[in-house]
């Protein structure tokens, strides 16, 4: 969802969004990771990843 709605300009920021795997103690949980140095930025101006998780929620 986070990438299908991610905004593009080069396409950096969308290409660099991925999930990776986190070991907890007793559990394995994910997290959506953007690789682009610009990552925050895009966030901070559209709210793209706020916006996925909630979709993901409902």
Do not use: C, I
Request: charged share 25%; hydrophobic share 40%.
């Amino acid at each position: 969802m986070a990438k299908a709605n991610a905004p593009v300009d080069t396409g950096a920021y969308r290409d660099g969004l991925q999930v990776e795997a986190v070991q907890r103690a007793h559990r394995t949980t994910f997290m959506v990771v953007g690789h682009d140095p610009k990552t925050m930025l895009v966030e901070s101006k559209t709210g793209n990843l706020r916006k996925a998780l909630k979709a993901a929620k409902t």
